[in-house]
């Protein structure tokens, strides 16, 4: 393999020039299988290595600052855990914690030492990925506001660039350095930058990997090639272990059942090619995906990225050769405040395994029962790939898989045309250490439409030696004196299961007429066929010890949990619940965690020192089978929650657009008096009228602007730039002239509203949806937020300095008002100004009304409640609020739960019309406060009905949620 990474005289110049004659930290690729900085995380072609233990990585991705509840953190990386994820992706997000160059906030829901310690609670590995840039349908891609004003290109290597992305490293490494393996953390690999692959600057990708280094990261450094380009897998800035991103079914779920055929074939000579010594790293794989304003919505993502893409695609991964697979999404959030990027709206639910209220889903289910696979049958890990002889290898596709150091070998199959909705009848012939057999033997294997199945053969396990089985294992363990192996497939789908026995008249006790047996070269041939629910086929006399053989129908199998007990590395068996966290073992009672949303018989198979089970601490009475296990209910109690009907509550009404009235100070804004810019829109009038130049950096914007008015004067051209579902409304004189999206609007015929003599005053209100990303390293995220071109029509038609402006934006501007919700909480509404979003101001002489109400507006309108909520312990009752409306006017609303901005509206647009308020935010033990701010954009628009609403009601052992910080109008930096 060629040397890589070694620094070459131009970089280490460059580079001794930027660090500033801060030693050089060798970097030198080697041949070896470490990074030469450490020996506790290694790799080799097959797997990562951690402490010298192999295992296949399976994590999700998980943004902290999409959940901002430090205590919900707990919560999701419990769920990863549950659902088999042995990995969590972090990413972090550089403008989320710096409001103002030097200025860096890791308190309160920016404590991301509190991220590290949930996935350390519940024992998962973590990649980090700090960027400088990170994309993720965030502002800026990951940048600060601030670094807009930047007049170097972002991501090359340049004095003024270098010195801004090495200030928030300087930063977050203070984080992730003591949180690595190395230093008793759980940090084992650290991503540099992120796709960078466009306007590719090597040498910025190498001051970053040092800059790392030189901080203290010692875990090997990794690098997300968009796709197979190569990008820094070799030369100046590459990365220990390369790796790259695939999302085969895009991010278009308009026509979610139609799937392209794009899965990966080429991967595996790929890889041989370009890292051969390094395993098949895949740090982004699709999990979901993002859907755009006015998009089919969330759950049409769910249905495309569905649990039988996952079965098709993360298995055709396996088969492909990849041992690291991360999940993007695990769990997506909420983009609140101005946190998202045009693109996208609040909800970054992104169909993830995990829904944006925290839910189980069925892809989620799929996740689990490929992870405890992957997590149990060892040989997996290890595996060179060959190609099987198959009777229908025109239409099925099976990919083989042997291990190197056991006979066990691996059947992947799946149909070659992956959107292939047949079922298809197909044999395989394999070769064992017990002889050759064309599989199944004696009833059907097939693939049913979009599944794919892992088949094992030759696979010794606990006291067992499996021939093979036409059903997939779930997981396997010993229980004391007999052995459980739990399979499944469709229900419906027949099975064959393979056992080497010691002698013929082995017993088979099964209750399910479809089973039959016979014996025949010491194999036990069982056939079956897989129903509704599990039947126990209880094997015994043919080994040293007994086999329960758990034959599971898929939704059956859903419901299998195999919890790792605590303090040991042994796994219990559990069916039913809806979700299951936890298990520890204390003398002989057997303690199950977790949630139900119903009343749930459940099976348990533990081992035979266990005589009592607590379910969420309370005694669960569960009776003994006849094969061992356990059998029970779990009863639901209907918590009665009392959830308050904001269409009949009492709400305060205050008007709230002062800024159209001709008379209004403006005295205390910013005169906009720029000339040049470092943005890449080219103003086409002056002075430059770009919010972030000002230092005004999310949410909406005012500008007023003045002129006298002369009989040469017809009127105004306005250019408004902004992002998608951006909108904008002009005022002229305090007369409503209209609503618009952005771009260009010529204003004339203004029927007496347009002063011929004496100071006209426009007033402009722009809602902005954040700023573009930097996925091409082209700075387009410095794409200005405002009006390009803003002139005076007639025979005084001239671009500069026509009219005289003053702009508003979010209190204090880069100085934040309200440093504990952060830079992208609030914008430049006159009631976010004044703090009408928070928490104890006082509306006692506004208007009380009902919402909703019964009048046209054409200003902004502010409405707030009060309500109380008591969701008792032991329970999780994730809140929304709803909007219910029609869309024929437009209007904008901004929903603020105890002053935290959790809501964009877009009546006109949605697809949005649900928004997940999280406990902690919310309190759920008392009372909060409500705002919601609307912005008409046709004349007339008013809001709808609000209403708040839980998505399910779980008896729960969800970790106690802590209130966070919320602020009230009292504490405002102003
Ligand atoms: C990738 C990117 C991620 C995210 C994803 C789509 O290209 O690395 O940050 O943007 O696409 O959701």
Same mark, same amino acid.
């Given at each position: ?42 790799? $080799? ?59 860096? %906030? ?55 660039? %270098? ?20 230093? /008793? ?39 997300? +090639?968009?796709?197979?380009? *190569? ?17 085969? =079914? ?36 699709? *999990? ?107 239409? #099925? ?24 909705? %047949?079922? +298809? ?29 892992? =088949? ?23 229980? *004391? ?82 919890? #790792? ?97 001709? $008379? ?53 051209? =306005? ?18 002239? *209209? ?95 004044? /703090? ?33 909520? +008591? ?9 929304? #609020? ?55 954009? +046709? ?36």
């Amino acid at each position: 393999m060629v040397a890589r990474g070694v620094l070459t005289s131009v970089s280490m110049a460059i580079m001794a020039v930027a660090t500033a004659a801060a030693p050089l930290v060798s970097l030198e690729k080697r041949e070896e299988s470490n990074n030469g900085l450490t020996d506790r995380v290694t790799w $080799d072609k097959h797997s990562l290595l951690i402490d010298g233990e192999r295992l296949f990585f399976f994590s999700g991705e998980f943004h902290y600052y999409r959940l901002p509840s430090p205590s919900l953190w707990f919560d999701v990386m419990e769920k990863f855990k549950a659902l088999e994820f042995n990995g969590v992706s972090f990413y972090f997000n550089w403008g989320y914690h710096s409001p103002k160059k030097g200025v860096y %906030d890791f308190d309160g829901v920016r404590d991301v030492q509190k991220a590290f310690d949930a996935a350390a609670a519940a024992d998962l590995h973590v990649i980090t990925r700090a960027g400088p840039y990170i994309n993720a349908e965030v502002d800026c891609g990951g940048f600060p506001g601030w670094l807009m004003n930047q007049h170097s290109m972002a991501r090359k290597s340049s004095p003024e660039n %270098d010195a801004n992305s090495k200030e928030w490293l300087e930063a977050i490494d203070k984080y992730i350095v003591p949180n690595q393996i190395t230093k /008793g953390g759980r940090v084992v690999l650290n991503q540099i930058d992120n796709e960078y692959a466009d306007n590719v600057d090597p040498y910025y990708m190498e001051m970053i990997k040092q800059k790392f280094a030189e901080d203290g990261v010692d875990v090997p450094s990794i690098f997300n +090639d968009p796709n197979t380009n *190569g990008y820094f897998a070799h030369g100046t800035g590459s990365v220990d272990i390369y790796g790259w991103d695939s999302y085969p =079914l895009g991010f278009d779920c308009s026509n979610p059942t139609v799937w392209p055929n794009n899965r990966s074939t080429t991967w595996r000579d790929y890889h041989e090619m370009m890292n051969p010594g390094e395993p098949m790293a895949l740090y982004e794989f699709q *999990g979901g995906a993002f859907d755009p304003w006015g998009g089919p919505g969330y759950d049409a993502c769910r249905t495309m990225v569905n649990e039988q893409y996952a079965k098709v695609f993360y298995k055709n991964n396996y088969a492909q050769g990849a041992t690291i697979q991360n999940l993007y999404m695990g769990y997506g959030g909420s983009s609140w405040g101005g946190l998202a990027k045009p693109t996208v709206y609040t909800s970054y639910d992104y169909g993830a395994p995990i829904s944006e209220p925290g839910l189980m889903t069925p892809k989620g289910y799929e996740v689990k029962l490929q992870g405890t696979f992957l997590h149990t049958v060892k040989p997996f890990w290890t595996t060179e790939h060959f190609s099987p002889k198959v009777d229908k290898d025109d239409i #099925i596709l099976v990919d083989g898989l042997a291990d190197v150091n056991t006979d066990t070998k691996f059947y992947i199959a799946q149909h070659w045309n992956t959107a292939s909705e %047949d079922k +298809d009848e197909f044999h395989i012939d394999i070769e064992t250490s017990d002889g050759k057999f064309t599989i199944p033997q004696k009833n059907k294997l097939v693939i049913d439409g979009r599944e794919a199945k892992i =088949l094992t053969t030759d696979y010794d396990f606990h006291s067992q030696h499996l021939v093979y089985t036409t059903s997939e294992i779930f997981t396997h363990q010993t229980m *004391g004196s007999h052995d459980v192996m739990v399979v499944y497939a469709y229900e419906d789908q027949e099975g064959e299961f393979a056992l080497k026995v010691s002698k013929d008249d082995v017993k088979v006790d099964a209750k399910d007429d479809s089973v039959s047996h016979s014996v025949e070269d010491g194999i036990l041939l069982i056939n079956y066929k897989h129903t509704n629910g599990t039947t126990p086929i209880y094997i015994s006399g043919g080994s040293d010890q007994d086999l329960l053989l758990l034959v599971a129908g898929y939704s059956s199998a859903t419901r299998w949990w195999a919890p #790792i007990v605590k303090d040991s590395k042994d796994r219990v068996l559990i069916q039913g619940p809806y979700l299951v966290r936890g298990a520890s073992i204390s003398d002989s009672t057997l303690a199950f965690t977790g949630d139900i949303d119903e009343t749930t018989d459940i099976e348990v198979v533990v081992p035979e020192n266990i005589e009592s089970f607590t379910w969420n601490d309370k005694e669960l009475k569960l009776k003994k089978s006849e094969h061992g296990t356990w059998t029970g209910t779990i009863e639901f109690k209907d918590p009665k929650i009392d959830i308050p009907d904001l269409t009949k509550a009492e709400w305060k009404y205050s008007e709230a657009s002062p800024e159209i009235n001709p $008379d209004f100070d403006d005295s205390t804004w910013t005169t906009a008096n720029h000339l040049q810019t470092n943005s890449v829109t080219i103003p086409e009038t002056w002075p430059i009228l770009f919010a972030d130049d000002y230092g005004f950096h999310t949410g909406c914007i005012w500008l007023r602007g003045k002129f006298n008015g002369s009989s040469d004067i017809t009127g105004f051209n =306005l250019t408004a730039v902004s992002g998608d579902a951006s909108a904008w409304v002009a005022w002229l004189n305090g007369e409503y002239l *209209g609503g618009y999206d952005v771009g260009n609007q010529a204003f004339e015929d203004l029927n007496g509203t347009l002063k011929t003599d004496g100071e006209n005053v426009i007033s402009l209100l722009l809602w902005t949806t954040g700023h573009e990303d930097d996925w091409s390293a082209d700075d387009d995220y410095k794409t200005a937020r405002g009006f390009q071109k803003a002139n005076l029509l007639g025979t005084r038609n001239q671009t500069i300095w026509s009219i005289d402006w003053k702009i508003q934006g979010n209190l204090g501007g880069e100085d934040l008002a309200d440093p504990v919700r952060g830079p992208y909480n609030e914008g430049g509404l006159y009631g976010e100004r004044m /703090g009408w979003h928070l928490p104890g101001f006082d509306d006692g002489d506004w208007d009380k009304v009902s919402v909703p109400e019964d009048k046209n507006r054409t200003g902004v309108s502010w409405y707030r409640t009060n309500f109380d909520l +008591d969701i008792p312990d032991g329970y999780d009752a994730p809140m929304s #609020i709803k909007f219910d409306d029609d869309t024929k006017t437009r209007y904008r609303a901004l929903l603020f739960i105890n002053g935290w901005q959790f809501g964009r509206y877009a009546n006109d647009l949605g697809p949005q019309t649900q928004y997940y308020l999280p406990s902690g935010i919310l309190n759920t033990k008392g009372s909060n406060t409500l705002a919601v701010a609307v912005i008409p954009i +046709d004349k007339g628009a008013q809001l709808g009905k609000v209403i708040l609403e839980p998505y399910k009601v779980l008896e729960s052992s969800i970790p106690a949620v802590e209130l966070v910080d919320s602020p009230g109008i009292d504490k405002r930096q102003t």
